[in-house]
Protein backbone atom coordinates (compact mmCIF):
# COMPACT_ATOMS: atom_id res chain seq x y z
CA UNK A 1 0.00 0.00 0.00
CA UNK A 2 1.38 3.66 -0.71
CA UNK A 3 2.49 5.92 2.55
CA UNK A 4 -0.36 7.68 4.22
CA UNK A 5 -1.14 10.90 2.34
CA UNK A 6 -3.95 12.24 4.63
CA UNK A 7 -3.87 14.93 7.22
CA UNK A 8 -6.92 14.22 9.00
CA UNK A 9 -9.62 11.62 9.04
CA UNK A 10 -13.15 13.09 9.06
CA UNK A 11 -16.08 10.35 9.72
CA UNK A 12 -19.96 11.11 9.10
CA UNK A 13 -20.81 12.69 5.59
CA UNK A 14 -24.15 14.82 6.64
CA UNK A 15 -24.32 18.64 6.48
CA UNK A 16 -21.43 19.50 9.07
CA UNK A 17 -18.87 16.46 7.58
CA UNK A 18 -18.81 17.74 4.42
CA UNK A 19 -18.78 21.72 4.86
CA UNK A 20 -15.79 20.98 7.26
CA UNK A 21 -14.41 18.69 4.79
CA UNK A 22 -14.38 21.33 2.02
CA UNK A 23 -13.24 24.12 4.26
CA UNK A 24 -10.35 21.93 5.51
CA UNK A 25 -9.44 21.44 1.79
CA UNK A 26 -9.32 25.13 1.25
CA UNK A 27 -6.50 25.70 4.25
CA UNK A 28 -4.70 23.41 2.27
CA UNK A 29 -4.96 20.16 4.42
CA UNK A 30 -5.64 16.58 2.82
CA UNK A 31 -8.58 15.01 4.31
CA UNK A 32 -9.71 11.37 4.00
CA UNK A 33 -13.77 11.28 4.03
CA UNK A 34 -15.31 8.57 5.42
CA UNK A 35 -19.01 7.40 6.25
CA UNK A 36 -21.06 4.82 7.64
CA UNK A 37 -23.41 4.52 4.65
CA UNK A 38 -19.97 3.93 1.68
CA UNK A 39 -21.87 5.15 -1.12
CA UNK A 40 -22.54 8.83 0.36
CA UNK A 41 -18.40 8.60 -0.04
CA UNK A 42 -18.23 8.68 -3.68
CA UNK A 43 -21.67 11.02 -3.83
CA UNK A 44 -19.17 13.38 -2.32
CA UNK A 45 -16.54 12.84 -4.61
CA UNK A 46 -17.91 12.75 -7.80
CA UNK A 47 -20.15 16.01 -6.56
CA UNK A 48 -18.91 18.58 -3.94
CA UNK A 49 -15.40 17.23 -3.49
CA UNK A 50 -14.99 16.90 -7.15
CA UNK A 51 -11.32 18.68 -8.09
CA UNK A 52 -10.52 18.77 -4.64
CA UNK A 53 -7.77 16.90 -2.36
CA UNK A 54 -10.50 15.35 -0.73
CA UNK A 55 -9.33 11.45 -0.65
CA UNK A 56 -12.20 8.23 0.48
CA UNK A 57 -12.68 5.95 2.45
CA UNK A 58 -14.59 3.00 2.24
CA UNK A 59 -13.82 0.80 5.26
CA UNK A 60 -12.47 1.98 8.89
CA UNK A 61 -9.30 0.04 7.87
CA UNK A 62 -8.38 1.93 4.81
CA UNK A 63 -9.56 5.41 6.66
CA UNK A 64 -6.21 4.83 8.96
CA UNK A 65 -4.53 3.20 6.90
CA UNK A 66 -4.62 6.44 4.18
CA UNK A 67 -3.29 8.96 7.78
CA UNK A 68 -0.01 9.80 8.81
CA UNK A 69 0.33 9.54 12.13
CA UNK A 70 -0.19 10.55 14.95
CA UNK A 71 -3.63 9.72 13.12
CA UNK A 72 -6.26 12.46 13.80
CA UNK A 73 -9.63 11.27 13.24
CA UNK A 74 -12.91 13.93 12.97
CA UNK A 75 -16.22 12.39 14.40
CA UNK A 76 -18.94 14.54 12.80
CA UNK A 77 -21.85 12.03 13.42
CA UNK A 78 -25.14 12.26 15.27
CA UNK A 79 -24.31 12.80 19.33
CA UNK A 80 -24.83 9.43 21.08
CA UNK A 81 -24.13 5.25 20.54
CA UNK A 82 -23.20 6.23 17.05
CA UNK A 83 -20.06 8.08 18.48
CA UNK A 84 -18.86 5.08 21.02
CA UNK A 85 -19.67 2.67 18.07
CA UNK A 86 -17.06 4.73 15.96
CA UNK A 87 -14.58 5.21 18.58
CA UNK A 88 -15.21 0.40 18.80
CA UNK A 89 -14.95 0.54 15.24
CA UNK A 90 -11.74 2.59 15.32
CA UNK A 91 -9.53 1.17 17.94
CA UNK A 92 -8.24 -1.92 16.33
CA UNK A 93 -6.53 0.21 13.56
CA UNK A 94 -5.07 2.66 16.02
CA UNK A 95 -1.71 3.02 17.90
CA UNK A 96 -0.67 4.60 20.80
CA UNK A 97 -0.71 8.81 20.33
CA UNK A 98 -3.26 8.40 18.11
CA UNK A 99 -6.14 11.10 18.48
CA UNK A 100 -9.95 10.66 18.13
CA UNK A 101 -12.34 13.53 18.13
CA UNK A 102 -15.67 14.07 18.56
CA UNK A 103 -17.20 17.37 17.03
CA UNK A 104 -20.73 16.36 17.36
CA UNK A 105 -23.18 17.97 19.52
CA UNK A 106 -22.38 15.35 22.39
CA UNK A 107 -23.27 15.95 26.00
CA UNK A 108 -19.91 16.60 27.80
CA UNK A 109 -20.62 13.49 30.49
CA UNK A 110 -19.86 11.14 28.08
CA UNK A 111 -16.64 13.26 26.77
CA UNK A 112 -15.01 13.02 30.30
CA UNK A 113 -16.13 9.09 30.08
CA UNK A 114 -14.25 8.97 26.59
CA UNK A 115 -11.30 11.42 27.67
CA UNK A 116 -10.40 8.70 30.23
CA UNK A 117 -11.40 5.38 28.45
CA UNK A 118 -8.94 6.20 25.62
CA UNK A 119 -6.29 7.51 27.37
CA UNK A 120 -6.26 4.34 30.05
CA UNK A 121 -5.45 2.56 25.99
CA UNK A 122 -2.76 5.14 24.85
CA UNK A 123 -5.05 7.13 22.90
CA UNK A 124 -6.03 10.14 22.88
CA UNK A 125 -9.33 11.70 22.79
CA UNK A 126 -10.35 15.55 22.27
CA UNK A 127 -14.17 16.38 22.66
CA UNK A 128 -14.59 19.79 20.61
CA UNK A 129 -17.54 22.28 19.94
CA UNK A 130 -18.22 23.14 16.91
CA UNK A 131 -20.23 26.08 16.31
CA UNK A 132 -21.44 27.86 13.30
CA UNK A 133 -23.72 25.28 11.51
CA UNK A 134 -23.18 24.57 8.07
CA UNK A 135 -22.02 28.02 7.06
CA UNK A 136 -19.53 27.90 9.81
CA UNK A 137 -18.46 24.97 9.12
CA UNK A 138 -17.59 25.78 5.32
CA UNK A 139 -16.25 29.20 5.87
CA UNK A 140 -15.14 28.70 9.41
CA UNK A 141 -16.61 27.52 12.47
CA UNK A 142 -15.67 28.81 16.30
CA UNK A 143 -14.10 25.50 17.25
CA UNK A 144 -13.64 24.49 21.25
CA UNK A 145 -11.58 21.57 21.83
CA UNK A 146 -10.78 20.19 24.70
CA UNK A 147 -9.64 16.76 25.96
CA UNK A 148 -6.34 15.45 26.16
CA UNK A 149 -4.02 17.76 26.34
CA UNK A 150 -1.05 16.41 24.58
CA UNK A 151 -3.14 16.34 21.64
CA UNK A 152 -3.44 19.94 20.90
CA UNK A 153 0.06 20.50 19.48
CA UNK A 154 -1.23 17.69 17.29
CA UNK A 155 -4.53 19.11 16.04
CA UNK A 156 -3.40 23.18 16.89
CA UNK A 157 -2.74 24.26 13.14
CA UNK A 158 -5.44 22.48 11.43
CA UNK A 159 -8.11 23.17 14.09
CA UNK A 160 -6.83 27.22 13.85
CA UNK A 161 -6.84 27.38 10.21
CA UNK A 162 -9.74 26.14 9.96
CA UNK A 163 -11.71 28.04 12.32
CA UNK A 164 -13.35 31.34 12.16
CA UNK A 165 -10.70 34.60 12.06
CA UNK A 166 -11.30 37.82 13.87
CA UNK A 167 -8.85 40.25 13.46
CA UNK A 168 -6.41 37.76 12.14
CA UNK A 169 -6.95 35.64 14.99
CA UNK A 170 -8.05 32.20 14.94
CA UNK A 171 -11.63 31.43 17.10
CA UNK A 172 -9.88 28.44 18.46
CA UNK A 173 -8.20 27.43 21.34
CA UNK A 174 -7.25 24.66 23.88
CA UNK A 175 -10.16 24.59 26.15
CA UNK A 176 -9.08 22.44 28.85
CA UNK A 177 -9.21 18.97 29.80
CA UNK A 178 -11.57 16.10 29.32
CA UNK A 179 -15.40 17.21 28.35
CA UNK A 180 -14.30 20.76 28.97
CA UNK A 181 -14.71 21.29 25.16
CA UNK A 182 -17.81 20.06 24.79
CA UNK A 183 -18.99 21.53 28.46
CA UNK A 184 -18.11 25.05 27.04
CA UNK A 185 -19.97 24.58 23.85
CA UNK A 186 -22.91 23.38 26.04
CA UNK A 187 -22.92 27.25 27.74
CA UNK A 188 -22.10 29.03 24.61
CA UNK A 189 -25.84 27.46 23.74
CA UNK A 190 -27.77 28.33 26.73
CA UNK A 191 -26.06 32.05 26.39
CA UNK A 192 -27.49 31.81 22.58
CA UNK A 193 -30.64 31.17 24.23
CA UNK A 194 -30.43 33.87 26.34
CA UNK A 195 -29.37 35.96 24.20
CA UNK A 196 -32.24 35.24 21.81
CA UNK A 197 -34.78 35.68 24.48
CA UNK A 198 -33.57 39.23 25.22
CA UNK A 199 -33.85 40.00 21.95
CA UNK A 200 -37.55 38.76 21.56
CA UNK A 201 -38.47 40.50 24.52
CA UNK A 202 -37.16 44.15 23.45
CA UNK A 203 -38.96 43.68 20.21
CA UNK A 204 -42.42 42.87 21.91
CA UNK A 205 -41.72 46.03 24.46
CA UNK A 206 -41.50 47.83 21.23
CA UNK A 207 -44.10 46.16 19.58
CA UNK A 208 -46.97 45.76 21.91
CA UNK A 209 -45.19 48.77 24.42
CA UNK A 210 -45.24 51.56 22.18
CA UNK A 211 -46.78 50.46 19.16
CA UNK A 212 -43.71 50.81 16.75
CA UNK A 213 -44.48 48.62 13.42
CA UNK A 214 -41.62 45.98 12.36
CA UNK A 215 -40.17 48.15 9.53
CA UNK A 216 -39.49 50.49 11.92
CA UNK A 217 -37.93 48.35 14.88
CA UNK A 218 -35.78 46.62 12.19
CA UNK A 219 -34.48 50.09 11.82
CA UNK A 220 -33.81 50.60 15.51
CA UNK A 221 -31.96 47.10 15.37
CA UNK A 222 -29.99 48.01 12.78
CA UNK A 223 -29.15 51.19 14.77
CA UNK A 224 -27.87 48.98 17.43
CA UNK A 225 -26.17 47.22 15.69
CA UNK A 226 -23.84 49.45 15.23
CA UNK A 227 -23.19 50.43 18.85
CA UNK A 228 -22.14 48.28 21.82
CA UNK A 229 -24.90 45.44 20.80
CA UNK A 230 -22.89 45.10 17.63
CA UNK A 231 -23.73 41.41 17.18
CA UNK A 232 -24.97 38.59 14.48
CA UNK A 233 -28.20 38.50 16.44
CA UNK A 234 -29.26 41.67 16.17
CA UNK A 235 -28.23 41.97 13.15
CA UNK A 236 -29.90 39.24 11.47
CA UNK A 237 -32.96 40.67 13.95
CA UNK A 238 -33.55 43.80 11.67
CA UNK A 239 -33.02 41.45 8.95
CA UNK A 240 -35.70 39.53 9.44
CA UNK A 241 -38.28 42.34 10.53
CA UNK A 242 -37.63 43.63 7.39
CA UNK A 243 -38.58 40.50 5.05
CA UNK A 244 -42.16 40.57 4.09
CA UNK A 245 -44.33 38.45 3.01
CA UNK A 246 -45.96 38.34 -1.05
CA UNK A 247 -48.79 40.80 0.69
CA UNK A 248 -46.29 43.42 2.09
CA UNK A 249 -46.93 41.77 5.59
CA UNK A 250 -43.95 41.33 7.90
CA UNK A 251 -43.26 37.21 7.63
CA UNK A 252 -42.18 37.66 10.89
CA UNK A 253 -46.24 38.36 12.21
CA UNK A 254 -46.87 34.90 10.62
CA UNK A 255 -44.69 33.04 12.15
CA UNK A 256 -46.96 31.04 15.32
CA UNK A 257 -45.30 31.54 18.48
CA UNK A 258 -44.30 28.21 19.66
CA UNK A 259 -40.37 28.07 20.21
CA UNK A 260 -38.89 24.60 19.80
CA UNK A 261 -35.90 23.54 21.44
CA UNK A 262 -33.40 20.54 21.02
CA UNK A 263 -32.23 20.87 24.87
CA UNK A 264 -28.90 22.10 24.83
CA UNK A 265 -30.06 25.22 26.97
CA UNK A 266 -32.21 22.84 29.00
CA UNK A 267 -28.48 21.00 29.97
CA UNK A 268 -27.06 23.95 30.79
CA UNK A 269 -30.03 24.96 32.86
CA UNK A 270 -29.73 21.55 34.51
CA UNK A 271 -25.65 21.68 35.21
CA UNK A 272 -26.09 25.31 36.71
CA UNK A 273 -28.90 23.61 39.41
CA UNK A 274 -26.27 20.91 39.60
CA UNK A 275 -23.56 23.07 40.43
CA UNK A 276 -25.81 25.52 43.02
CA UNK A 277 -24.81 28.49 40.22
CA UNK A 278 -27.43 30.85 39.65
CA UNK A 279 -27.76 30.63 35.73
CA UNK A 280 -31.07 32.59 36.09
CA UNK A 281 -30.98 34.38 32.49
CA UNK A 282 -30.43 31.14 30.85
CA UNK A 283 -33.42 29.18 32.93
CA UNK A 284 -35.92 31.83 32.19
CA UNK A 285 -34.96 31.88 28.28
CA UNK A 286 -36.00 27.90 29.07
CA UNK A 287 -38.90 28.54 30.70
CA UNK A 288 -39.94 31.48 28.33
CA UNK A 289 -39.60 28.61 25.12
CA UNK A 290 -41.86 26.07 27.44
CA UNK A 291 -43.73 28.60 28.10
CA UNK A 292 -44.59 29.72 24.29
CA UNK A 293 -45.03 25.84 23.62
CA UNK A 294 -48.44 25.68 25.54
CA UNK A 295 -49.81 27.94 22.87
CA UNK A 296 -53.90 26.26 23.05
CA UNK A 297 -53.57 27.03 26.73
CA UNK A 298 -52.32 30.76 26.40
CA UNK A 299 -55.13 31.44 24.44
CA UNK A 300 -57.66 29.88 26.10
CA UNK A 301 -56.07 32.01 29.84
CA UNK A 302 -56.24 35.28 27.13
CA UNK A 303 -59.48 34.98 27.27
CA UNK A 304 -60.23 34.89 30.68
CA UNK A 305 -57.47 36.36 32.74
CA UNK A 306 -56.90 40.33 32.57
CA UNK A 307 -54.26 42.29 32.59
CA UNK A 308 -53.87 45.96 32.76
CA UNK A 309 -55.28 48.12 30.61
CA UNK A 310 -52.41 48.78 28.08
CA UNK A 311 -52.10 53.43 28.38
CA UNK A 312 -50.60 54.69 25.76
CA UNK A 313 -46.99 56.17 26.16
CA UNK A 314 -46.56 59.47 27.18
CA UNK A 315 -42.80 59.82 27.71
CA UNK A 316 -40.00 60.64 25.45
CA UNK A 317 -40.08 58.04 22.78
CA UNK A 318 -36.41 58.08 21.65
CA UNK A 319 -35.34 58.17 25.59
CA UNK A 320 -37.06 54.82 26.31
CA UNK A 321 -35.82 52.83 23.57
CA UNK A 322 -32.30 53.91 24.57
CA UNK A 323 -33.33 52.98 27.96
CA UNK A 324 -34.51 49.58 25.94
CA UNK A 325 -30.87 49.60 24.15
CA UNK A 326 -29.29 50.01 27.57
CA UNK A 327 -31.51 47.21 29.63
CA UNK A 328 -30.35 44.89 26.70
CA UNK A 329 -26.83 45.44 26.91
CA UNK A 330 -27.40 44.91 30.79
CA UNK A 331 -28.57 41.93 30.47
CA UNK A 332 -26.65 40.48 28.29
CA UNK A 333 -23.66 41.42 30.53
CA UNK A 334 -25.37 39.80 33.39
CA UNK A 335 -25.85 36.69 31.30
CA UNK A 336 -22.73 36.26 30.29
CA UNK A 337 -21.45 37.22 34.17
CA UNK A 338 -24.06 33.81 35.00
CA UNK A 339 -22.51 31.82 32.22
CA UNK A 340 -18.32 32.24 33.03
CA UNK A 341 -19.59 32.32 36.97
CA UNK A 342 -20.94 28.45 35.79
CA UNK A 343 -17.44 27.60 34.14
CA UNK A 344 -15.40 28.79 37.19
CA UNK A 345 -17.35 26.92 39.40
CA UNK A 346 -17.62 23.33 37.41
CA UNK A 347 -14.07 23.65 36.43
CA UNK A 348 -13.18 23.97 40.45
CA UNK A 349 -15.18 21.10 40.95
CA UNK A 350 -13.79 19.12 37.82
CA UNK A 351 -10.18 20.48 38.22
CA UNK A 352 -10.32 21.85 34.96
CA UNK A 353 -7.78 24.89 34.31
CA UNK A 354 -10.38 26.75 31.67
CA UNK A 355 -8.51 29.32 29.58
CA UNK A 356 -11.30 32.20 29.92
CA UNK A 357 -10.04 34.46 27.86
CA UNK A 358 -9.66 32.19 25.40
CA UNK A 359 -13.48 30.65 25.33
CA UNK A 360 -14.47 34.47 24.96
CA UNK A 361 -11.95 34.53 21.50
CA UNK A 362 -13.50 31.46 20.24
CA UNK A 363 -17.04 33.13 20.38
CA UNK A 364 -16.32 36.02 18.48
CA UNK A 365 -16.61 35.03 15.49
CA UNK A 366 -18.07 31.72 13.56
CA UNK A 367 -20.99 30.97 16.01
CA UNK A 368 -24.16 32.61 16.71
CA UNK A 369 -23.33 34.56 19.38
CA UNK A 370 -20.38 36.29 17.62
CA UNK A 371 -20.41 39.71 18.75
CA UNK A 372 -18.31 42.55 19.08
CA UNK A 373 -18.97 42.57 22.79
CA UNK A 374 -17.21 39.39 23.19
CA UNK A 375 -13.76 41.12 22.52
CA UNK A 376 -14.43 42.96 25.89
CA UNK A 377 -14.74 39.91 27.95
CA UNK A 378 -11.35 38.59 26.17
CA UNK A 379 -9.67 41.58 26.96
CA UNK A 380 -11.09 41.46 30.75
CA UNK A 381 -9.78 37.82 31.09
CA UNK A 382 -6.25 38.87 29.71
CA UNK A 383 -6.02 41.46 32.43
CA UNK A 384 -6.85 39.58 35.00
CA UNK A 385 -7.18 35.46 34.40
CA UNK A 386 -8.63 34.85 38.34
CA UNK A 387 -11.71 37.19 37.33
CA UNK A 388 -14.06 36.57 40.16
CA UNK A 389 -17.37 37.80 37.80
CA UNK A 390 -17.70 40.10 35.14
CA UNK A 391 -19.20 42.60 37.46
CA UNK A 392 -15.71 43.34 39.11
CA UNK A 393 -13.71 44.39 35.60
CA UNK A 394 -13.88 48.41 35.65
CA UNK A 395 -15.05 48.32 31.89
CA UNK A 396 -18.13 45.81 32.60
CA UNK A 397 -18.37 47.36 35.87
CA UNK A 398 -18.86 50.87 34.56
CA UNK A 399 -21.20 49.71 31.38
CA UNK A 400 -23.82 48.33 34.21
CA UNK A 401 -23.73 51.29 36.47
CA UNK A 402 -24.27 53.50 33.12
CA UNK A 403 -27.11 51.39 32.08
CA UNK A 404 -28.85 50.61 35.26
CA UNK A 405 -31.20 53.79 35.51
CA UNK A 406 -32.50 52.81 32.25
CA UNK A 407 -32.75 49.29 32.88
CA UNK A 408 -34.81 49.72 35.78
CA UNK A 409 -37.45 52.86 33.99
CA UNK A 410 -37.72 49.56 30.94
CA UNK A 411 -39.17 46.56 33.38
CA UNK A 412 -41.05 49.03 35.38
CA UNK A 413 -43.05 50.47 32.26
CA UNK A 414 -43.24 46.92 31.27
CA UNK A 415 -44.82 45.48 34.55
CA UNK A 416 -47.10 48.90 33.92
CA UNK A 417 -48.06 47.64 30.59
CA UNK A 418 -48.44 43.88 31.58
CA UNK A 419 -45.86 42.71 28.79
CA UNK A 420 -43.63 39.65 30.47
CA UNK A 421 -39.83 40.62 30.70
CA UNK A 422 -38.96 37.12 32.57
CA UNK A 423 -34.68 37.35 31.15
CA UNK A 424 -34.59 41.45 31.47
CA UNK A 425 -36.18 41.20 34.87
CA UNK A 426 -34.24 38.29 36.28
CA UNK A 427 -30.78 39.58 35.31
CA UNK A 428 -31.85 42.72 37.40
CA UNK A 429 -32.57 40.52 40.47
CA UNK A 430 -29.39 38.71 40.08
CA UNK A 431 -27.80 42.06 39.78
CA UNK A 432 -29.66 43.67 42.66
CA UNK A 433 -28.77 40.07 44.60
CA UNK A 434 -25.18 39.94 43.58
CA UNK A 435 -24.59 43.57 44.69
CA UNK A 436 -26.63 43.34 48.30
CA UNK A 437 -24.72 42.72 51.38
CA UNK A 438 -27.52 41.21 53.33
CA UNK A 439 -29.97 39.27 51.74
CA UNK A 440 -32.99 37.95 53.38
CA UNK A 441 -31.73 34.13 53.54
CA UNK A 442 -31.32 35.00 57.35
CA UNK A 443 -35.61 34.84 57.54
CA UNK A 444 -35.20 31.37 55.61
CA UNK A 445 -32.19 29.81 58.21
CA UNK A 446 -34.57 30.86 60.91
CA UNK A 447 -37.85 29.46 59.38
CA UNK A 448 -35.71 26.23 58.73
CA UNK A 449 -34.02 26.06 62.04
CA UNK A 450 -37.79 26.30 63.18
CA UNK A 451 -39.59 23.73 61.50
CA UNK A 452 -37.35 21.01 60.61
CA UNK A 453 -33.79 21.66 63.33
CA UNK A 454 -31.57 22.70 60.67
CA UNK A 455 -29.44 24.98 62.24
CA UNK A 456 -28.18 28.09 61.46
CA UNK A 457 -24.79 30.36 62.04
CA UNK A 458 -25.13 33.39 63.77
CA UNK A 459 -24.37 37.13 61.41
CA UNK A 460 -20.58 38.18 62.42
CA UNK A 461 -20.57 41.01 64.77
CA UNK A 462 -23.80 39.59 66.40
CA UNK A 463 -22.55 36.87 68.79
CA UNK A 464 -23.66 36.39 72.46
CA UNK A 465 -23.22 33.26 74.70
CA UNK A 466 -26.23 31.50 73.11
CA UNK A 467 -25.39 32.48 69.64
CA UNK A 468 -21.75 31.57 69.55
CA UNK A 469 -19.46 31.89 66.28
CA UNK A 470 -18.70 29.27 63.86
CA UNK A 471 -21.64 26.88 65.47
CA UNK A 472 -24.43 25.09 64.19
CA UNK A 473 -26.38 27.30 66.18
CA UNK A 474 -30.50 25.27 67.16
CA UNK A 475 -33.21 27.70 68.92
CA UNK A 476 -36.48 25.76 70.66
CA UNK A 477 -38.20 28.51 68.82
CA UNK A 478 -41.74 27.90 70.47
CA UNK A 479 -40.40 26.19 74.00
CA UNK A 480 -42.15 22.85 72.60
CA UNK A 481 -39.31 21.64 70.80
CA UNK A 482 -36.73 19.26 71.88
CA UNK A 483 -33.05 20.33 71.59
CA UNK A 484 -31.78 18.08 68.69
CA UNK A 485 -30.72 19.37 65.52
CA UNK A 486 -31.31 17.79 62.19
CA UNK A 487 -28.57 15.70 60.44
CA UNK A 488 -30.51 14.56 57.53
CA UNK A 489 -33.87 15.77 56.83
CA UNK A 490 -33.68 19.01 54.86
CA UNK A 491 -36.04 21.57 52.90
P1 LIG B 1 -26.49 14.29 11.70
O1 LIG B 1 -26.52 14.66 13.14
O2 LIG B 1 -27.72 14.27 10.93
O3 LIG B 1 -25.77 12.87 11.59
C1 LIG B 1 -25.60 12.27 10.34
C2 LIG B 1 -24.40 11.36 10.35
O4 LIG B 1 -24.47 10.44 11.44
C3 LIG B 1 -24.34 10.53 9.08
O5 LIG B 1 -22.98 10.38 8.76
C4 LIG B 1 -24.96 9.22 9.54
O6 LIG B 1 -24.54 8.12 8.78
C5 LIG B 1 -24.40 9.12 10.93
N1 LIG B 1 -25.11 8.18 11.80
C6 LIG B 1 -26.36 8.23 12.30
BR1 LIG B 1 -27.60 9.51 11.89
N2 LIG B 1 -26.66 7.21 13.10
C7 LIG B 1 -25.55 6.46 13.11
C8 LIG B 1 -25.22 5.24 13.75
N3 LIG B 1 -26.07 4.64 14.57
N4 LIG B 1 -23.98 4.74 13.55
C9 LIG B 1 -23.12 5.37 12.74
N5 LIG B 1 -23.37 6.51 12.09
C10 LIG B 1 -24.57 7.06 12.27
O7 LIG B 1 -25.41 15.21 10.94
P2 LIG B 1 -25.06 16.76 11.04
O8 LIG B 1 -26.27 17.61 11.07
O9 LIG B 1 -24.02 16.99 10.00
O10 LIG B 1 -24.38 16.87 12.48
C11 LIG B 1 -23.22 16.12 12.84
C12 LIG B 1 -22.92 16.40 14.30
O11 LIG B 1 -22.62 17.79 14.44
C13 LIG B 1 -24.09 16.13 15.24
O12 LIG B 1 -23.61 15.69 16.48
C14 LIG B 1 -24.73 17.47 15.40
O13 LIG B 1 -25.46 17.59 16.60
C15 LIG B 1 -23.52 18.37 15.39
N6 LIG B 1 -23.76 19.75 14.96
C16 LIG B 1 -24.64 20.04 13.98
C17 LIG B 1 -24.85 21.35 13.60
C18 LIG B 1 -25.81 21.68 12.50
O14 LIG B 1 -26.06 22.87 12.27
N7 LIG B 1 -26.34 20.70 11.78
C19 LIG B 1 -24.13 22.37 14.21
C20 LIG B 1 -23.20 22.06 15.17
C21 LIG B 1 -23.02 20.74 15.56
P3 LIG B 1 -25.44 7.60 7.54
O15 LIG B 1 -25.19 8.56 6.42
O16 LIG B 1 -24.91 6.25 7.27
O17 LIG B 1 -26.86 7.61 8.00
New binding site residues.
Partial sequence: MSAPVGDIGLI??????QNLILNMNDKGFTVVAY???TS?VDDFLANEAKGTKVQGAHSIQELCAKLKRPRKIIL????G??VD??IQQLEPYLEKGDIVID????HYPDSIRRTKELEAKGLLFVGSG?????EGARHGPSLMPGGSTAAWPAIKEIFQKTSAQVNGEPCCDWVGETGSGHYVKMVHNGIEYGDMQLIAEAYDILKRGLGIHESEIADIFTTWNKGVLDSFLIEITANILKFNDDDGEPLVTKILDKAGQKGTGKWTAIAALDAGTAVTLIGEAVFARCLSAIKEERVRASKVINGPQREPFRGDKQQFIDDLEQALYASKIISYTQGFMLMRETAKELEWNLNYAGVAGMWRGGCIIKSVFLGDITAAYEKNKDLESLLFDDFFNKAVHKAQPGWRRVIAQACLWGIPTPAFSTALAFFDGYRSEVVPANLLQAQRDYFGAHTFRVMPGKENPRLLKGRDIHINWTGRGGNVSASSYSA
Fill in positions: GLAVMGNRTKLVKAPASFGGNSVSGGE
